[in-house]
């Protein structure tokens, strides 16, 4: 079964420092990975994707993800961290369901504090 | 509207009682997604329109739970004689077709409470 694991509940960076939020899913094919941040008050917002191609993929608000097929792992980096980027971020995975389509799977998501 | 709304943004009911959460999708979007949120958890998948059709309601958890998009557009999820473990926030998203984009755009979510 599709399963995605964000090992991290909760993570505290200073401001300025680099973020690295770990991601791993299970899946029986060439997956379609996801990041997804949802802020206080708003609805969840797509950061980045990948769906084939270069395994770095650039995403909005300087983040990026790796997408490491042998580990079974797509994490998100950003070199520097902005106390704007405070929210909670969910790693997901596009899974086929009986409609065709890319059903989202979620981790339990990783909430980021940032401190001054 | 510019983005996905769903109203009420927080409802407070009794258990046993009947629940209507409403959405409305960007517009032009065909597709339409519900998911349920619990606390400390990430969104789980309920059920998917393509247009007026349900093309997948594998994600509701039991028969009280349906939802209907009778035109196409706004979609509403029903809960019947509803239970203090359905409280979760329900989160409504589009997209603009069923492609393999998986891009989908969230609503902020009606926060359920069931006292």
């Known amino acids: 079964a599709q399963s995605v694991t964000q090992p991290d509940i909760h993570i505290t960076v200073s401001e300025g420092a680099s973020l690295e939020l770990r991601c791993n899913y299970s899946y029986g094919a060439t997956p379609y990975l996801f990041w997804y941040v949802q802020s206080p008050g708003q609805g969840l917002q797509l950061l980045l994707k990948y769906f084939s191609g270069d395994t770095l993929v650039q995403g909005i608000k300087g983040f990026e993800a790796e997408f490491k097929r042998s580990q079974s792992s797509f994490n998100l980096r950003k070199p520097s961290v902005h106390w704007s980027d405070a929210a909670e971020y969910f790693c997901?995975?596009?899974?086929?369901?009986?409609?065709?389509?890319?059903?989202?799977?979620f981790g339990a998501g990783t909430r980021l504090a940032v401190h001054p | 509207g510019a983005g996905v709304s769903q109203t009420p943004s927080n409802k407070v009911t009794e258990k046993g009682k009947y629940v209507e959460l409403r959405c409305d999708p960007i517009s032009g979007h065909t597709a339409l997604y519900w998911y349920r949120q619990s606390l400390g958890q990430g969104p789980e998948f309920l059920i998917y329109f393509q247009g007026t059709g349900a093309a997948d309601d594998s994600g509701l958890p039991n028969d009280r739970f349906f939802a209907v998009r009778p035109e196409g557009s706004v979609s509403t999820l029903k809960i019947q004689r509803t239970e203090r473990g359905d409280s979760a926030v329900y989160l409504c998203?589009?997209?603009?077709?069923?492609?393999?984009?998986?891009?989908?755009?969230f609503g902020e979510g009606s926060r359920l409470t069931v006292l």
């Open positions: 997901a995975v596009g899974a086929r369901g009986s409609g065709g389509y890319n059903k989202l799977i």
């Open positions: 998203a589009s997209s603009l077709q069923a492609t393999n984009t998986g891009e989908l755009f």
